[in-house]
């Protein structure tokens, strides 16, 4: 099952959205799962790996394995909305 993804953020996903923009810890623009896992993992949830993959699998519109911050982030908020963040 393919999700639409929202193409802009709402007001309300601003500090989810800079958490995980601080996240990008090389800085190249774009989330690794283990970058992923990293914030998951600060948020206190647990199973951050398997968060991490979910959202992944959730947000990876191009399959590329990473997270672009410019185009693909929202998807990861989403996510992360969806289970009550």
């Known amino acids: 099952m393919t999700l639409k993804v929202r193409s802009k953020a709402l007001p309300h996903d601003e500090q989810l959205l800079s958490y995980f923009r601080k996240k990008?810890?090389?800085?190249?623009?774009?989330l690794s799962k283990e970058?992923?896992?990293e914030g998951f993992k600060e948020l206190s949830l647990r199973i951050p790996k398997t968060r991490a993959?979910?959202?992944?699998?959730?947000?990876?519109?191009?399959?590329?394995?990473?997270?672009?911050?410019d185009q693909e982030?929202?998807?990861v908020i989403e996510y992360a909305e969806?289970?009550?963040f």
């Open 73 to 75: 982030l929202c998807g």
């Open 53 to 69: 993959q979910h959202a992944l699998n959730h947000a990876d519109g191009n399959g590329d394995g990473l997270i672009s911050l």
């Open 82 to 84: 969806g289970k009550g």
């Open 35 to 37: 970058e992923l896992q």
């Open 24 to 30: 990008d810890a090389n800085h190249d623009g774009f």
